[in-house]
């Protein structure tokens, strides 16, 4: 195989599992260019939950500090019943004291900025859709059209999101995305004053969530059991029908939200896994590889951990012919895992009778009389994952 260095690395999508790529193989010495097909990076109305697993890994690329700067503190997070009445909690302080890190809630925006200003000048190009021609073997390299052209790469990072026209290239039997029986919203609205409770809120079938950010700024979701495709006349009145009689501060938050900066999406996940995370000289990375359900928060967390250990496996010489197969071993457990987690807790956000639901939130009252360190250890396993070194060739 000839050495990748012969041709630079080009990464299709630039969300966040995108930019965290390029940005490590930058560390790596590994010149990088995002594509990406909308016209611009910024997100609207969308937050993120930034674990402890996340942040280490952004530590390694030095943005991790920046990110936890503009974390919002909050005393204490849990579960609660849409009456109000807490069904499970614990401290933020508790979570840091486990795990070693917080859980640090931020914009999705904030993170996006942060990534690209650590990057190297025009190494993102928006309005740029990129489609994988060829995906190379060891003898060639991997072609990619561009609007500038059919272009040559010794590698080629697929983070192009769930529908990834790439691993529909890749592995054409692969059944694909599932529905997951979930649609969400999302927004983020500035009430004046922070909440007084975080966490989120379980109802039959359906949830929402607080999340404080910077600035006086609050991350609202919802997610409720809807067939696919359905969408509502008003967004304002579903949400209204659907959580207005909730606990405060849920219905009112969700009154704030503009209505052009509500986020409506389908939940979709790959159930299926896939046979690997590679082919030729092309790597898939977060949603194009493992799109998970969002009831855990790892879906950004693990595209980031994809990013950092592709990364470490490669320098300007690297034999792709072992790097990548060794990154397929490394992250295809970790990452189906996780996408079998969350979408356990998903059955459990999906109860909707009487019965069931009284069960699941006796359940959860119990477990939340435990100790702290009992409930925190059965996140250990996401949470308490190390990053690898990166040589820093860059």
């Given amino acids: 195989m000839p050495p990748m260095g012969l041709h630079q690395a080009i990464v299709i999508g630039g969300g966040i599992g995108g930019l965290t790529t390029a940005l490590a193989l930058h560390r790596q010495g590994i010149?990088?260019?995002?594509?990406?097909?909308?016209?611009?990076?910024?997100?609207?109305?969308?937050?993120?939950?930034?674990?402890?697993?996340?942040?280490?890994?952004?530590?390694?690329?030095?943005?991790?500090?920046?990110l936890r700067a503009l974390a919002a503190p909050h005393p204490a997070v849990g579960v609660r019943h849409p009456s109000g009445r807490w069904l499970a909690r614990t401290?933020?302080?508790?979570?840091?004291?486990?795990?070693?890190?917080?859980?640090?809630?931020?914009?999705?925006?904030?993170?996006?900025?942060?990534?690209?200003?650590?990057?190297?000048?025009?190494?993102?190009?928006?309005?740029?859709?990129?489609?994988?021609?060829?995906?190379?073997?060891?003898?060639?390299?991997?072609v990619v059209r561009t609007p500038d052209g059919e272009q040559p790469a010794g590698l080629v990072v697929a983070a192009d999101g769930i529908r990834s026209a790439t691993r529909g290239l890749?592995?054409?039997?692969?059944?694909?995305?599932?529905?997951?029986?979930?649609?969400?919203?999302?927004?983020?609205?500035?009430?004046?004053?922070?909440?007084?409770?975080?966490?989120?809120v379980w109802g039959r079938g359906s949830?929402?969530?607080?999340?404080?950010?910077?600035?006086?700024?609050?991350?609202?979701?919802g997610a409720a059991l809807a067939p696919a495709g359905a969408r509502a006349a008003g967004e304002h009145a579903e949400l209204q029908r659907l959580f207005g009689d909730w606990c405060a501060p849920v219905p009112q938050l969700f009154a704030m939200a503009e209505p052009d900066r509500v986020l409506r999406h389908d939940v979709w996940e790959l159930a299926?896994?896939?046979?690997?995370?590679?082919?030729?000289?092309?790597?898939?990375?977060?949603?194009?590889?493992?799109?998970m359900c969002p009831f855990l928060g790892q879906g950004a967390c693990q595209a980031i951990e994809d990013a950092v250990v592709l990364a470490s496996l490669l320098t300007p010489d690297t034999d792709l012919a072992t790097a990548l197969p060794a990154y397929t071993a490394t992250r295809l457990p970790r990452t189906t895992a996780v996408v079998t987690a969350s979408r356990r807790v998903g059955t459990l956000v999906a109860l909707h009778t009487p019965a069931a639901t009284l069960l699941r939130n006796t359940a959860l009252t119990l477990a939340g009389l435990l100790p702290a360190r009992v409930l925190l250890s059965r996140s250990a396993a996401t949470y308490d994952w190390q990053p690898p070194a990166l040589s820093g060739g860059a």
């Fill in 170 to 200: 890749l592995f054409p039997r692969h059944p694909g995305p599932r529905y997951s029986g979930f649609t969400t919203w999302r927004s983020i609205v500035t009430p004046g004053r922070r909440p007084a409770a975080a966490g989120e």
């Fill in 91 to 142: 401290s933020t302080a508790a979570v840091e004291s486990h795990f070693g890190d917080p859980i640090a809630a931020v914009a999705r925006a904030d993170v996006i900025a942060a990534l690209v200003d650590a990057l190297p000048e025009g190494a993102v190009r928006t309005d740029s859709p990129a489609t994988v021609i060829d995906p190379g073997d060891d003898r060639q390299p991997a």
């Fill in 272 to 291: 299926d896994p896939l046979p690997a995370y590679h082919h030729g000289r092309v790597a898939l990375l977060g949603d194009a590889a493992h799109a």
């Fill in 207 to 221: 949830l929402a969530g607080i999340v404080p950010l910077a600035d006086g700024r609050v991350y609202v979701y």
């Fill in 31 to 66: 010149p990088a260019t995002v594509h990406e097909r909308a016209a611009s990076l910024e997100p609207v109305g969308a937050g993120l939950a930034l674990a402890p697993n996340a942040l280490r890994a952004l530590d390694r690329l030095g943005v991790g500090p920046r």
